[in-house]
């Protein structure tokens, strides 16, 4: 009886596009699931797409300036702390070992988004803005706002409200898990009340975010 791994190689053989939704049909070769599928009862499974394209030298540039700056965070060889940190990716999101000279787009953009999150969490100082070293903007700001970082420069941060709460609310009884957000440090916090929302989110390249799974009014 063959076992599903997290992760499984498939082919598309055809695509429809119908109103309630997409149909596939996909073909995992050389591999014969269905009694595993039925024996565990699988109804939902996860589908990435892989558009064939490798690497590129900005995400290479990114990461490698990541894993340099951890390196010397850590006290490691910035070798041996690639192989880790490939490694607490493989453990995080069940892909297969990769190499950052031909892995797809798509694996780097998610290793990017690993070592970042570690660098956030751990307090990595970053030789530039972490801003600058994202390749998936989205998941960068949802990171800051969990971690309480500020988005614009890394350091310790506090949520700002993009939507404004409002005169005469009371910020200790309102939800606000509807509103858009950023974590930023004081000085950042400070800058965006002065410039107001457009001229800041035009000037840093940021912009609020809806996060539902934080606790309101945080």
Same mark, same amino acid.
């Given at each position: 009886?063959?076992?599903?791994?997290?992760?499984?190689?498939?082919?598309?053989?055809?695509?429809? %596009?119908?109103? +309630?939704? *997409?149909?596939? $049909?996909?073909?995992?070769?050389?591999?014969? !699931?269905?009694?595993?599928?039925?024996? @565990?009862?699988?109804?939902?499974?996860?589908?990435?797409?892989?558009?064939?394209?490798?690497?590129?030298?900005?995400?290479?540039?990114?990461?490698?300036?990541?894993?340099? %700056?951890?390196? +010397?965070? *850590?006290?490691? $060889?910035?070798?041996?702390?690639?192989?880790? !940190?490939?490694?607490?990716?493989?453990? @995080?999101?069940?892909?297969?070992?990769?190499?950052?000279?031909?892995?797809?787009?798509?694996?780097?953009?998610?290793?990017?988004?690993?070592?970042?999150?570690?660098?956030?969490?751990?307090?990595?100082?970053?030789?530039?803005?972490?801003?600058?070293?994202?390749?998936?903007?989205?998941?960068?700001?949802?990171?800051?706002?969990?971690?309480?970082?500020?988005?614009?420069?890394?350091?310790?941060?506090?949520?700002?409200?993009?939507?404004?709460?409002?005169?005469?609310?009371?910020?200790?009884?309102?939800?606000?898990?509807?509103?858009?957000?950023?974590?930023?440090?004081?000085?950042?916090?400070?800058?965006?009340?002065?410039?107001?929302?457009?001229?800041?989110?035009?000037?840093?390249?940021?912009?609020?975010?809806?996060?539902?799974?934080?606790?309101?009014?945080?």
């Amino acid at each position: 009886m063959e076992e599903i791994k997290m992760y499984q190689h498939v082919k598309m053989e055809s695509v429809k %596009d119908e109103p +309630e939704g *997409t149909y596939l $049909l996909i073909k995992i070769p050389d591999k014969h !699931l269905s009694e595993t599928i039925f024996r @565990k009862r699988i109804r939902d499974a996860e589908l990435r797409f892989d558009d064939g394209r490798t690497i590129t030298a900005e995400q290479r540039k990114k990461a490698y300036a990541t894993i340099r %700056d951890i390196s +010397e965070h *850590t006290g490691y $060889l910035p070798e041996e702390q690639k192989e880790w !940190l490939k490694y607490l990716h493989i453990i @995080k999101t069940g892909c297969d070992y990769f190499s950052l000279s031909s892995c797809s787009v798509d694996t780097a953009r998610e290793f990017i988004n690993t070592i970042l999150e570690y660098a956030l969490e751990n307090g990595v100082p970053l030789s530039d803005f972490a801003i600058d070293r994202t390749d998936d903007i989205g998941k960068y700001l949802y990171f800051c706002i969990m971690h309480k970082k500020c988005c614009i420069c890394g350091r310790d941060g506090e949520i700002h409200h993009v939507d404004t709460i409002g005169m005469g609310n009371n910020r200790g009884h309102l939800d606000d898990s509807g509103f858009r957000k950023m974590c930023l440090c004081r000085e950042h916090h400070t800058i965006a009340h002065q410039m107001g929302v457009q001229r800041f989110t035009a000037m840093y390249k940021v912009y609020g975010i809806v996060v539902k799974d934080l606790a309101p009014n945080n």
